[in-house]
Protein backbone atom coordinates (compact mmCIF):
# COMPACT_ATOMS: atom_id res chain seq x y z
CA UNK A 1 0.00 0.00 0.00
CA UNK A 2 2.92 2.53 1.14
CA UNK A 3 4.23 1.99 -2.44
CA UNK A 4 0.58 2.55 -4.29
CA UNK A 5 0.81 5.91 -1.60
CA UNK A 6 4.24 7.01 -2.47
CA UNK A 7 4.20 10.74 -3.06
CA UNK A 8 0.64 10.99 -2.78
CA UNK A 9 -2.17 11.98 -0.60
CA UNK A 10 -4.79 9.99 0.50
CA UNK A 11 -7.83 11.50 2.52
CA UNK A 12 -10.99 10.53 3.73
CA UNK A 13 -13.78 13.39 3.88
CA UNK A 14 -17.09 12.35 5.95
CA UNK A 15 -18.45 12.07 9.23
CA UNK A 16 -17.04 9.88 12.16
CA UNK A 17 -17.87 6.51 10.29
CA UNK A 18 -15.26 7.82 7.75
CA UNK A 19 -12.96 8.67 10.67
CA UNK A 20 -13.14 5.17 12.04
CA UNK A 21 -12.11 4.16 8.26
CA UNK A 22 -9.22 6.49 8.33
CA UNK A 23 -8.12 5.45 11.71
CA UNK A 24 -8.14 1.60 10.63
CA UNK A 25 -5.82 2.78 7.00
CA UNK A 26 -3.79 4.53 9.68
CA UNK A 27 -3.53 0.98 12.51
CA UNK A 28 -2.73 -1.25 9.23
CA UNK A 29 -0.29 0.89 8.04
CA UNK A 30 1.66 2.97 10.54
CA UNK A 31 3.35 -0.11 11.91
CA UNK A 32 6.26 -0.35 9.31
CA UNK A 33 7.21 2.43 10.07
CA UNK A 34 10.07 3.76 11.98
CA UNK A 35 8.69 5.97 14.98
CA UNK A 36 10.95 8.78 14.05
CA UNK A 37 9.80 8.65 10.29
CA UNK A 38 5.98 9.43 11.34
CA UNK A 39 3.66 11.90 12.68
CA UNK A 40 0.72 12.79 13.33
CA UNK A 41 -1.13 16.24 13.75
CA UNK A 42 -3.10 17.50 16.54
CA UNK A 43 -6.93 16.22 16.06
CA UNK A 44 -8.68 19.15 14.00
CA UNK A 45 -11.08 19.43 10.97
CA UNK A 46 -7.91 18.27 9.16
CA UNK A 47 -6.07 15.84 10.56
CA UNK A 48 -2.72 14.21 9.45
CA UNK A 49 -0.87 11.02 9.22
CA UNK A 50 2.52 11.38 7.46
CA UNK A 51 5.15 9.14 6.38
CA UNK A 52 8.27 10.69 5.90
CA UNK A 53 10.16 8.39 3.65
CA UNK A 54 7.49 7.94 1.25
CA UNK A 55 6.72 11.50 1.09
CA UNK A 56 2.82 10.27 1.67
CA UNK A 57 0.55 11.37 3.87
CA UNK A 58 -3.64 9.09 5.15
CA UNK A 59 -5.51 12.47 6.10
CA UNK A 60 -9.31 13.10 7.16
CA UNK A 61 -11.33 16.26 6.74
CA UNK A 62 -14.13 16.54 9.30
CA UNK A 63 -17.22 17.29 6.54
CA UNK A 64 -20.44 15.66 7.90
CA UNK A 65 -22.70 16.96 5.50
CA UNK A 66 -20.01 17.45 2.21
CA UNK A 67 -21.22 20.76 1.50
CA UNK A 68 -20.71 24.07 3.98
CA UNK A 69 -22.37 23.63 7.11
CA UNK A 70 -22.66 24.53 10.66
CA UNK A 71 -21.39 21.16 11.86
CA UNK A 72 -18.08 21.74 10.45
CA UNK A 73 -16.18 21.91 13.39
CA UNK A 74 -14.89 18.45 14.96
CA UNK A 75 -15.98 19.19 18.43
CA UNK A 76 -18.45 21.74 18.72
CA UNK A 77 -21.92 20.69 16.31
CA UNK A 78 -25.16 19.36 17.07
CA UNK A 79 -26.85 17.28 15.01
CA UNK A 80 -30.09 18.29 16.39
CA UNK A 81 -30.33 21.91 14.52
CA UNK A 82 -28.18 21.78 11.08
CA UNK A 83 -27.81 24.44 8.66
CA UNK A 84 -26.22 23.52 5.40
CA UNK A 85 -25.36 26.08 2.70
CA UNK A 86 -26.57 23.16 0.09
CA UNK A 87 -24.52 25.38 -3.16
CA UNK A 88 -21.51 25.40 -1.16
CA UNK A 89 -19.26 22.68 -1.27
CA UNK A 90 -15.97 25.44 -2.13
CA UNK A 91 -14.71 25.66 1.75
CA UNK A 92 -14.20 22.44 1.43
CA UNK A 93 -13.13 21.39 -1.55
CA UNK A 94 -10.69 24.01 -0.94
CA UNK A 95 -9.30 21.55 1.90
CA UNK A 96 -9.69 18.42 -0.60
CA UNK A 97 -8.95 19.55 -4.25
CA UNK A 98 -5.04 18.58 -3.86
CA UNK A 99 -5.17 15.35 -2.27
CA UNK A 100 -4.42 12.40 -4.91
CA UNK A 101 -7.22 9.70 -3.90
CA UNK A 102 -10.27 10.59 -2.11
CA UNK A 103 -12.64 8.92 0.49
CA UNK A 104 -15.73 9.88 1.06
CA UNK A 105 -18.83 9.17 2.46
CA UNK A 106 -22.31 10.63 3.95
CA UNK A 107 -25.28 9.44 5.69
CA UNK A 108 -26.46 9.21 9.16
CA UNK A 109 -26.25 13.19 9.41
CA UNK A 110 -29.31 13.07 7.51
CA UNK A 111 -31.09 10.73 9.15
CA UNK A 112 -32.57 12.69 11.76
CA UNK A 113 -35.20 15.46 11.29
CA UNK A 114 -35.38 17.94 9.15
CA UNK A 115 -32.33 20.77 7.92
CA UNK A 116 -32.49 24.15 7.60
CA UNK A 117 -30.91 25.25 4.22
CA UNK A 118 -29.34 28.80 4.11
CA UNK A 119 -28.87 29.47 -0.33
CA UNK A 120 -25.83 32.33 -0.90
CA UNK A 121 -28.51 34.35 -2.11
CA UNK A 122 -30.10 34.62 0.68
CA UNK A 123 -27.57 35.43 3.17
CA UNK A 124 -29.82 37.42 5.68
CA UNK A 125 -33.24 35.69 4.62
CA UNK A 126 -35.63 33.08 6.78
CA UNK A 127 -33.62 29.35 6.46
CA UNK A 128 -36.13 27.36 4.40
CA UNK A 129 -36.76 23.28 5.92
CA UNK A 130 -35.99 20.25 4.08
CA UNK A 131 -36.61 16.83 5.24
CA UNK A 132 -33.07 14.87 5.68
CA UNK A 133 -33.16 12.60 1.65
CA UNK A 134 -33.74 15.89 0.11
CA UNK A 135 -31.58 17.98 1.50
CA UNK A 136 -28.66 15.17 1.02
CA UNK A 137 -29.72 15.25 -2.81
CA UNK A 138 -29.15 18.63 -2.81
CA UNK A 139 -25.54 18.46 -1.15
CA UNK A 140 -24.43 15.23 -2.94
CA UNK A 141 -25.63 17.42 -6.39
CA UNK A 142 -23.33 20.00 -5.24
CA UNK A 143 -20.41 17.52 -4.37
CA UNK A 144 -21.68 15.44 -7.79
CA UNK A 145 -21.00 19.07 -9.52
CA UNK A 146 -17.15 19.25 -8.25
CA UNK A 147 -16.53 15.90 -9.09
CA UNK A 148 -18.24 15.99 -12.80
CA UNK A 149 -16.14 19.65 -13.12
CA UNK A 150 -12.91 18.91 -11.24
CA UNK A 151 -11.89 15.24 -11.43
CA UNK A 152 -9.48 13.86 -14.33
CA UNK A 153 -9.55 9.94 -13.72
CA UNK A 154 -6.23 9.56 -14.91
CA UNK A 155 -4.64 11.90 -11.96
CA UNK A 156 -7.07 11.54 -8.84
CA UNK A 157 -8.88 8.73 -7.67
CA UNK A 158 -12.44 9.19 -5.98
CA UNK A 159 -14.38 7.20 -4.09
CA UNK A 160 -17.72 7.02 -2.18
CA UNK A 161 -18.70 4.67 0.09
CA UNK A 162 -22.27 3.59 1.09
CA UNK A 163 -24.34 3.27 3.96
CA UNK A 164 -23.01 1.65 7.17
CA UNK A 165 -25.43 0.02 8.47
CA UNK A 166 -26.35 0.44 12.55
CA UNK A 167 -27.73 -2.61 15.07
CA UNK A 168 -30.18 -1.07 17.32
CA UNK A 169 -32.85 -3.26 17.50
CA UNK A 170 -32.58 -6.93 17.75
CA UNK A 171 -36.37 -7.42 16.89
CA UNK A 172 -34.94 -7.55 13.21
CA UNK A 173 -32.93 -10.39 12.96
CA UNK A 174 -34.39 -12.01 15.97
CA UNK A 175 -38.01 -11.21 16.28
CA UNK A 176 -39.37 -11.27 19.59
CA UNK A 177 -36.42 -10.11 21.49
CA UNK A 178 -35.99 -6.36 22.64
CA UNK A 179 -32.01 -5.57 22.70
CA UNK A 180 -30.03 -3.94 20.50
CA UNK A 181 -25.97 -4.52 19.62
CA UNK A 182 -24.94 -5.65 22.77
CA UNK A 183 -23.82 -8.65 23.87
CA UNK A 184 -24.22 -9.83 20.44
CA UNK A 185 -21.17 -12.23 19.60
CA UNK A 186 -21.75 -13.74 16.50
CA UNK A 187 -23.06 -12.62 12.79
CA UNK A 188 -25.96 -12.93 11.41
CA UNK A 189 -26.68 -15.54 9.29
CA UNK A 190 -29.64 -15.39 6.95
CA UNK A 191 -28.17 -14.63 3.72
CA UNK A 192 -29.13 -10.89 2.27
CA UNK A 193 -30.26 -9.61 5.25
CA UNK A 194 -30.95 -5.91 5.46
CA UNK A 195 -31.63 -3.60 8.38
CA UNK A 196 -34.35 -1.11 8.39
CA UNK A 197 -32.04 1.43 9.10
CA UNK A 198 -30.10 1.05 5.94
CA UNK A 199 -32.76 3.49 4.12
CA UNK A 200 -33.56 2.24 0.32
CA UNK A 201 -34.74 6.04 -1.35
CA UNK A 202 -31.32 6.99 -0.22
CA UNK A 203 -28.99 4.06 -1.55
CA UNK A 204 -31.18 4.56 -4.59
CA UNK A 205 -31.32 8.61 -4.88
CA UNK A 206 -27.10 7.65 -4.28
CA UNK A 207 -26.65 5.05 -6.88
CA UNK A 208 -28.41 7.93 -9.54
CA UNK A 209 -25.72 10.45 -8.44
CA UNK A 210 -22.76 8.23 -8.47
CA UNK A 211 -23.98 6.52 -11.80
CA UNK A 212 -24.36 9.89 -13.60
CA UNK A 213 -20.43 10.48 -12.51
CA UNK A 214 -19.42 6.90 -14.85
CA UNK A 215 -15.67 6.37 -14.50
CA UNK A 216 -14.52 9.47 -12.24
CA UNK A 217 -15.98 7.54 -9.10
CA UNK A 218 -15.79 3.49 -7.85
CA UNK A 219 -18.47 2.88 -5.51
CA UNK A 220 -17.03 1.04 -2.43
CA UNK A 221 -20.69 -0.84 -1.41
CA UNK A 222 -19.69 -1.91 2.03
CA UNK A 223 -23.46 -1.87 2.97
CA UNK A 224 -24.86 -5.56 2.45
CA UNK A 225 -21.63 -6.94 3.85
CA UNK A 226 -21.15 -5.28 7.02
CA UNK A 227 -25.13 -5.71 7.55
CA UNK A 228 -24.31 -9.01 8.84
CA UNK A 229 -22.36 -7.88 11.69
CA UNK A 230 -24.37 -7.09 14.49
CA UNK A 231 -21.41 -8.37 16.59
CA UNK A 232 -18.75 -5.30 15.13
CA UNK A 233 -19.77 -2.15 17.21
CA UNK A 234 -18.31 -1.15 20.34
CA UNK A 235 -21.54 -1.18 21.92
CA UNK A 236 -20.41 -0.58 26.23
CA UNK A 237 -16.59 -0.83 25.21
CA UNK A 238 -15.75 2.77 24.28
CA UNK A 239 -15.24 6.22 25.58
CA UNK A 240 -17.89 7.84 27.08
CA UNK A 241 -17.48 11.58 26.50
CA UNK A 242 -20.49 11.79 29.36
CA UNK A 243 -20.84 10.17 32.38
CA UNK A 244 -23.15 7.36 32.88
CA UNK A 245 -25.95 7.40 35.29
CA UNK A 246 -26.50 4.91 37.35
CA UNK A 247 -29.64 3.95 35.53
CA UNK A 248 -27.85 3.95 32.90
CA UNK A 249 -25.21 1.80 33.98
CA UNK A 250 -27.74 -1.06 35.56
CA UNK A 251 -28.85 -1.27 31.82
CA UNK A 252 -25.62 -1.24 29.28
CA UNK A 253 -28.07 -1.75 26.35
CA UNK A 254 -29.31 1.87 26.86
CA UNK A 255 -25.77 3.63 25.82
CA UNK A 256 -24.21 0.83 24.09
CA UNK A 257 -22.82 2.35 20.78
CA UNK A 258 -24.32 0.82 17.85
CA UNK A 259 -23.32 2.96 15.29
CA UNK A 260 -19.39 2.92 15.24
CA UNK A 261 -16.61 -0.24 14.47
CA UNK A 262 -14.43 -2.09 16.92
CA UNK A 263 -11.04 -1.94 15.56
CA UNK A 264 -9.50 -4.73 14.27
CA UNK A 265 -12.51 -5.01 12.55
CA UNK A 266 -15.21 -4.41 10.31
CA UNK A 267 -13.70 -0.73 8.56
CA UNK A 268 -10.32 -2.68 8.13
CA UNK A 269 -12.08 -4.99 5.01
CA UNK A 270 -13.45 -2.16 3.34
CA UNK A 271 -10.00 -0.74 3.48
CA UNK A 272 -8.98 -3.82 1.52
CA UNK A 273 -11.68 -3.54 -0.90
CA UNK A 274 -9.91 0.23 -1.46
CA UNK A 275 -6.70 -1.33 -1.60
CA UNK A 276 -7.74 -3.60 -4.53
CA UNK A 277 -9.09 -0.46 -6.32
CA UNK A 278 -6.06 1.53 -6.72
C1 LIG B 1 6.01 14.99 -2.06
O1 LIG B 1 4.64 14.85 -2.47
C2 LIG B 1 4.03 16.04 -2.87
C3 LIG B 1 2.59 15.70 -3.21
O2 LIG B 1 1.91 15.23 -2.10
C4 LIG B 1 4.76 16.61 -4.08
O3 LIG B 1 4.19 17.86 -4.42
C5 LIG B 1 6.23 16.80 -3.75
O4 LIG B 1 6.92 17.20 -4.90
C6 LIG B 1 6.84 15.52 -3.22
N1 LIG B 1 8.21 15.75 -2.76
C7 LIG B 1 9.23 14.95 -3.10
C8 LIG B 1 10.55 15.31 -2.53
O5 LIG B 1 9.08 13.98 -3.82
C1 LIG C 1 -24.94 -1.37 -3.07
O1 LIG C 1 -25.38 -2.68 -2.99
C2 LIG C 1 -26.78 -2.82 -2.74
C3 LIG C 1 -27.11 -4.29 -2.61
O2 LIG C 1 -26.33 -4.87 -1.62
C4 LIG C 1 -27.56 -2.21 -3.89
O3 LIG C 1 -28.94 -2.27 -3.61
C5 LIG C 1 -27.15 -0.76 -4.06
O4 LIG C 1 -27.76 -0.26 -5.21
C6 LIG C 1 -25.64 -0.64 -4.22
N1 LIG C 1 -25.30 0.77 -4.22
C7 LIG C 1 -24.48 1.33 -5.11
C8 LIG C 1 -24.25 2.80 -4.98
O5 LIG C 1 -23.92 0.70 -5.98
Same mark, same amino acid.
Given at each position: ???? !? $?GKRLMFVGDSLNRGQWISMVC??????PADKKSM?? =? &????? +?? &? #? #?YNATVEFLWAPLLVESNSDDPV =?? $?LSERIIRPDSVLKHSSQWEHADILIFNSYLWWRQGPVKLLWSSEENGNCE #???? !?GAMELAMGAWADWVASKVIPQKKR?? +?????PTHFWSQEWE??? #?? =??? =?QMRPITSEGYWGSASDLPTMRMVDKVLSGLGSKVSVINITQLSEYRKDGHPSIYRKFWETLSPQQLANPASYSDCIHWCLPGVPDVWNELIFHFL
Open positions: MWEK !L $RLLQSVITP =N &AQLTI +FR &A #E #E =NH $R #ELDG !LVF +FVTTSPGS #EG =NCY =N
